[in-house]
């Protein structure tokens, strides 16, 4: 019946990118041989809507069983039965223009499958696209069907079981208006009402104190970085509030209604929508339940981007949830991708219902249910078994389950993460830098990891509370439709064995899926490093930038200052000078920490009156006395191998010239601020070229790529602070060398190579940076420790004696 | 008082147990019964007034040469070239020897109206000294009236502009030294010989040439022809420096070679335990023994090891000559072997060494692995004459911490070459083939050389031929309380004691062992027949 009444149809498809949009293009071109399959995609910001459907349909490995058949004429098949049209459910006409809408009028069904699936989507967000995308399309239809021949197309639907909201009993296969306990809502105040919420917001979020609010946590989180960077986070902290304030709004909304969520109200609302104006057009909704892993088609265990159980069940399974809110006898209403997808293909063949729009729902709760024990047992006894592993190679146990309610496990997370958060506080504004500093960022991801479960828990906790069993009488009747031909189109639920379908399909495919540690052994996380630093040291790259103080060198410039005013002092004005400098220490940090370039050209102030001669003959001594013993070896290692290695190697520092002069043969390139002097070389105490910092040190790096021709892409910087995050940026390979906090947690969370460079442990070490003294006496430096110790060891020596003379 | 010569002992059931020292510190072992310990001689007596010996080697030259005096004319060139901060060890207390004869030669360089007089430290591919270091070994009346005149020099092995060559020998040997040398009218050469190995033609064709000419001699296969490099007979590190010395003297370069010997006094007495036979420890000496190990154990080890390097020897001048090269040389040798020979009947299976805090290339710095190594196999493996203390294929165990330190001003690519080369291969011969020319000729190493205070990059690649002849001839190595990981590095086995040692080397060599602890320093030279 399928294949007969679908031959010669031209199908259209939308969401074709999503889990079950793929499968079904992938099912009609395989098992429907003589029907041609429309998608309309949306283009991408770069790319177009038929390179999205080459990458993100065909490529995807949904299609190897199909390849696999076709072989050579793939590629051909795929060609002369898929046609791409680019558009948007978002707009009104889909967004098609002349070309699109001609094609449009070819199509003799729609099936609409595109929907903002998340179930934390903003309101504003879901309502476009789930409320009024429905009724979008069907206007398109509607418009174009006059020049029909054969009459107005036929629509199907995807929407969703959920929408027949949270209520106990038997949910029946009726349009909206007609199921139990219906509430009278009107659809256009609630699109009137999302969209008042979200300019609301917006206004909110724009107000004077919110906008210093985000200020002050730009700065918090990524500190000196420069103005632009500050602006562009500021602004991404506001964007971000006002999306949470959305996704809040939307939850708060449906839930008020008495859905689990901002979907499953869109979806509900947008039924009616769809029921009010789709005029002409013939319509037919399918409501599948939770969609999950496939039972066989295009083969078992296919899954397509993370959904709803997955993310939970994998929280589990690595330990971090202890446990999942959920009623034991409760139904899990989950039925396989290919089970829906038969279901819309037969929808499609039977042809709208003449009396009307009609639902059918595809779930297994009325049926085969699933109860949560079961499933709970099924997934426990599974991990057992299979357990995942942590970082150190030691398998995770999972959990014994009690079943608690909600509002427990959701307060038990709330305060692991409260807590979580208040340590993370703390840390983060500690002085602290390379290990310890990604103790920090340890701390941040587990409390978002923690804060991601509170999420599930909050989200997802309904659809294990759910009590409604969702009728499928016309499913069973469509089923009983169908011929033999058709009996690789299963619709019936009660074909499905729980055990089998958890133990030896769903749970092996998401555990690949989720790339988690399936065996023992450490190795994974030294792969990703090894993998990290052959990349940056590969022969193709072009640049490698450097940062200097706590990159390559733990120093800064006021020990360096102290070093060289220390030089041709005596005695205790060398002591008195250091301590002075010291006791400024304090006051001279937070300047830094504001703003990197005028702190550098407030301080620098203190070399005027110097006789740069002189400076320039002590620098070299600073550099061996002092700079060396501070330097990291395995810095100073990386850029001799970037030069072996070809690359351009460029020094950006704050520091001033001469001071670094010792360090220059280093490099290819050196750029360091630089101080004027009078005629008679004495220092001025200004600066002629202004230190590069925060930003202005991306631009550096831009200028001298495209001096050399370069490319930054290819390019690596490494730098050890939030100050040099433009830096960072603006290569393809940052390395986070000893960062200090708010940069380990960048680095963290953006996945760049982290490097941990000391200091050589037995270099020599001094309490104060202060030279070595102008006439080194008859003394050397430690002549009085070994006095003191001559005379501990006598001391200590004699009194031996006269107990031993004692005891005699 | 005469001093008492060394001899060998043999552990029985009343010998207390045995110095080793170990790094900034020290232990004692108690031997297996039938060991052997060898003692080096006291210290033999210092001359009463070496100013006046000094005047008159200048005055009494050795060989073809004469006096001092007649050799200085107005208006010549005179360098005065002296050995470096890698002698004496450990640093002398003042004045240094350097200071006394430096002083003195520049005195009758003045009454004879010479003023074109530079120094120059002869510091062939070793650091740069520092201006305290100079001052130390010259004194602060030498080291103010030449270094702010540029006339102290630090010999510049890479400097394109400072050196000549001078051609090559019959065996092939190019000779480049420092130009300022090769262009005086006499070069005066102030050496310290700690060692039978220092000296003779080795100061100037060494200490003022170039990488280019050093490569000759310092490679694995010289190293592996001298059996020891302390016997000159025995020596192709010797021989080649002798050819080269030769050389230089037939391009008329002249040369007046002042050779020092020290007596080994060599600890200040508070420690003098340290250079004491055990059994003859008094009360006192026990007594320093124990404080100075109480409180070093509650001293973190940098401080020890600052306080170590503090250490200023008491060690004083046993003899002095002056005049030609090879004829001052013979009697300098003599004046070494009489301190430090010790007859030895046979060689053992396991030879013992308690490593100190020092060698010639960490003067005030830390003792990195690989001049762990190099003080082990290189330096202390070879003072013997005839034969090694150990047999072929026998196992040496050496006590010390081998921390994973560097320092890295004066040892940056000690570290390169330790995570680079060491991690891929001990092998001298394949480490001299594949990786010396690129540490040799690394831009930055050489920077940093002739800079700052740092060793030149070939460096450590020396310290490994060092090793060389020991590595050929010994089964085994084992380092005793060292840092496993670093011990490894170098291809050696860990152990954490001596006596977990002795149970390792048996598979080696056998279950009932003849043993040998080498009991230095103070310094000795093993004569074993």
């Known amino acids: 019946m399928i294949r007969d009444s679908l031959a010669n149809k031209r199908i259209l498809i939308t969401g074709a990118t999503g889990f079950l949009g793929t499968a079904l293009v992938e099912r009609l071109l395989r098992s429907v041989p003589n029907c041609h399959i429309v998608v309309l995609i949306r283009p991408g910001q770069r790319q177009s809507a038929q390179d999205r459907c080459k990458r993100e349909i065909i490529r995807h490995d949904c299609f190897d069983t199909l390849r696999a058949e076709l072989g050579d004429r793939f590629d051909q098949e795929i060609e002369n039965r898929l046609t791409t049209i680019s558009g948007d459910v978002g707009s009104e006409r889909l967004g098609l223009d002349e070309a699109g809408l001609l094609e449009l009028a070819k199509c003799d069904i729609a ?109 918090h989180e990524i500190g000196a970085a420069g103005r632009p960077l500050l602006a562009r986070k500021a602004e991404e902290l506001r964007s971000d509030w006002v999306k949470k304030l959305m996704v809040e709004a939307g939850l708060a909304r449906s839930q008020m209604l008495g859905w689990p969520d901002a979907y499953a109200y869109t979806k509900s609302l947008g039924e009616r929508a769809l029921i009010a104006s789709c005029g002409p057009i013939p319509i037919s909704i399918v409501r599948p339940s939770i969609i999950e892993s496939a039972l066989a088609e295009p083969r078992p265990g296919w899954i397509r981007g993370f959904r709803m159980a997955e993310p939970v069940i994998i929280s589990y399974a690595r330990g971090l949830l202890k446990e999942f809110p959920g009623v034991p006898e409760g139904t899990v209403d989950v039925i396989p991708v290919d089970m829906v997808v038969a279901t819309l293909i037969a929808v499609a063949a039977k042809g709208p219902d003449p009396n009307g729009p009609s639902v059918t729902q595809i779930a297994s709760g009325s049926r085969n249910p699933l109860k949560y024990r079961q499933l709970v047992d099924l997934v426990r006894s599974w991990f057992l078994e299979h357990p995942l592993y942590d970082t150190h190679g030691q398998p995770i146990v999972v959990p014994e389950w009690s079943f608690p309610g909600r509002g427990r496990v959701q307060s038990q997370l709330e305060r692991v993460t409260s807590v979580l958060s208040a340590l993370e506080k703390t840390v983060s504004t500690l002085p602290l830098r390379g290990k310890q500093a990604s103790i920090a960022a340890q701390l941040e991801t587990k409390r978002s990891q923690y804060e991601r479960a509170l999420g599930y828990v909050k989200l997802y906790g309904a659809y294990t509370e759910t009590e409604a069993r969702f009728r499928v009488d016309r499913l069973l009747e469509l089923a009983e439709s169908l011929d033999a031909d058709d009996s690789d189109f299963v619709l019936d639920p009660a074909v499905i064995d729980w055990t089998h379908y958890v133990h030896d399909i769903h749970l092996p495919s998401i555990v690949v899926h989720a790339r988690v540690k399936t065996s023992p052994g450490k190795k994974v996380s030294g792969d990703r490093t090894d993998r990290a630093t052959k990349a940056i040291l590969d022969p193709s790259r072009h640049l490698a930038a450097f940062d200097l103080e706590n990159t390559l060198i733990a120093s800064n410039v006021v020990d360096a200052y102290a070093w060289l005013a220390t030089r041709h002092l005596d005695g205790r004005d060398r002591v008195r000078e250091s301590m002075h400098l010291i006791s400024k220490a304090p006051s001279l940090l937070l300047q830094d920490r504001k703003d990197r370039g005028d702190f550098l050209r407030a301080f620098y102030r203190r070399y005027e009156g110097a006789d740069l001669g002189v400076l320039e003959g002590d620098a070299m001594e600073l550099f061996t006395d002092f700079l060396l013993t501070r330097a990291f070896p ?153 006095g003191a110790l001559g005379q501990a060891v006598n001391m200590a020596s004699s009194s031996i004696l006269r107990s031993l003379e004692r005891r005699k | ?264 006094n060599t600890f200040p007495s508070q420690f003098r335990f340290l250079q004491k036979r055990e059994w003859e420890w008094d009360i006192r000496d026990r007594a320093t023994f124990i404080a100075s190990s109480k409180v070093m154990s509650k001293t973190p080890p940098r401080i020890n090891r600052s306080v170590f390097h503090s250490i200023l020897s008491p060690h004083a001048m046993s003899s002095v000559q002056a005049g030609e090269v090879e004829a001052v040389h013979e009697r300098t040798t003599e004046h070494v072997y009489a301190q430090q020979l010790v007859p030895v009947s046979g060689q053992s299976d396991i030879l013992t060494l308690g490593l100190p805090y020092i060698s010639p290339y960490n003067v005030n710095s830390v003792l990195n692995p690989i001049l762990v190594a190099c003080l082990g196999l290189g330096y202390f493996f070879n003072l013997y004459r005839n034969k090694p203390l150990v047999r072929k294929g026998g196992v040496l165990i050496m006590s010390h911490p081998t921390t994973w330190e560097f320092n890295p001003v004066h040892h940056p690519s000690y570290i390169d070459f330790f995570d680079q080369v060491l991690s891929e291969t001990t092998d001298p011969e394949v480490i001299q083939s594949k990786y010396e020319e690129s540490f040799a000729k690394d831009p930055w190493y050489i920077h940093l050389y002739r800079t700052g205070n740092a060793y030149h990059g070939v460096h450590p690649f020396y310290m490994w031929y060092w090793c060389a002849h020991a590595l050929e001839h010994l089964g085994k190595v084992i380092i005793v309380g060292g840092d496993p990981k670093a011990v490894s590095r170098l291809g050696f086995s860990p152990a954490t004691t001596l006596m977990d040692a002795l149970e390792m080397a048996k598979d080696v060599v056998g279950s009932n062992p003849s043993l040998t602890h080498f009991h230095v320093p103070p310094l000795a030279i093993a004569d074993v027949s």
């Open chain 1, 111 to 219: 099936i609409h499958s595109a929907a903002t699936v998340s179930f934390d989507a903003p309101l504003d967000q879901a309502v476009e696209v789930n409320l009024l995308g429905p009724s979008r399309v069907a206007k398109a239809l509607a418009h174009v069907a006059p020049s029909r021949p054969t009459g107005p197309a036929h629509l199907i639907a995807v929407s969703t079981a959920y929408v027949s909201g949270g209520h106990r009993g038997d949910a029946p296969e009726v349009i909206p208006t007609k199921a139990p306990f219906a509430l009278d809502l009107n659809w256009e105040a609630e699109v009137t009402s999302a969209r008042r919420i979200r300019s609301d917001a917006e206004a909110q979020s724009r107000s004077i104190s919110k906008m210093a609010d985000f200020q002050k946590q730009a700065r």
């Open chain 1, 634 to 786: 395995k810095g100073l290692a990386r850029v001799r191998k970037h030069r072996e290695l070809g690359h351009k190697t460029l020094l950006i520092t704050g520091a001033l010239d001469f001071a670094i002069e010792g360090l220059k043969p280093l490099f290819d390139d050196v750029v360091a601020a630089k101080m004027t002097a009078d005629e008679n070389g004495i220092l001025t105490g200004e600066l002629e070229q202004l230190p590069p910092t925060g930003e202005a040190r991306a631009l550096v790096i831009q200028d001298y790529a495209s001096a050399y021709n370069l490319e930054l892409g290819e390019s690596v910087a490494y730098a050890d602070s939030a100050s040099d995050l433009a830096m960072l940026e603006a290569v393809g390979f940052p390395v986070a060398v000893n960062p200090e906090a708010k940069l380990a947690a960048i680095a963290r969370r953006r996945g760049w190579h982290v490097e941990q460079w000391p200091k050589s442990p037995g270099s020599p070490r001094r309490l104060l940076p202060i030279g070595p003294p102008p006439h080194p006496g008859q003394n050397g430096p430690w002549q009085g420790a070994m």
């Open chain 2, 1 to 264: 008082m005469s001093s008492r010569p060394g001899f060998v002992m043999e552990v029985d059931r009343s010998t207390p147990p045995t110095l080793f020292w170990h790094g900034e510190g020290w232990k004692l072992e108690k031997l297996p019964s039938g060991s052997r310990i060898i003692y080096p001689k006291e210290p033999m007596e210092a001359l009463r007034d070496p100013d006046r010996a000094i005047q008159d080697a200048l005055d009494n030259p050795l060989g073809e040469s004469e006096p001092l005096d007649a050799l200085l004319k107005p208006g010549m060139k005179l360098t005065i070239a002296f050995d470096d901060i890698s002698l004496p060890l450990p640093p002398m207390q003042k004045p240094d020897i350097r200071q006394r004869v430096i002083e003195a030669v520049l005195t009758r360089a003045a009454n004879a109206g010479v003023d074109d007089v530079v120094l120059i430290a002869a510091l062939a591919l070793h650091r740069r000294m520092t201006e305290a270091e100079l001052r130390h070994a010259l004194g602060n009346r030498v080291y103010d009236s030449f270094a702010p005149h540029g006339l102290l020099k630090q010999h510049d092995a890479e400097d394109p502009d400072g050196l000549t060559y001078l051609g090559t020998t019959d065996k092939g040997e190019e000779v480049e030294i420092s130009k300022r040398a090769c262009e005086s009218d006499l070069i005066v050469y102030v050496n310290i010989n700690l060692v039978a190995m220092d000296g003779g033609h080795k100061s100037v064709a060494t200490g003022l040439a170039s990488y280019k000419s050093l490569r000759h001699h310092h490679n694995v296969a010289t190293m592996r022809a001298s059996k020891s490099f302390m016997d000159q007979h025995h020596s192709e590190l010797h021989s080649a420096n002798w050819r080269m010395g030769r050389y230089i003297k037939q391009q008329g370069i002249k040369i007046f070679q002042i050779e020092t010997t020290l007596n080994t």
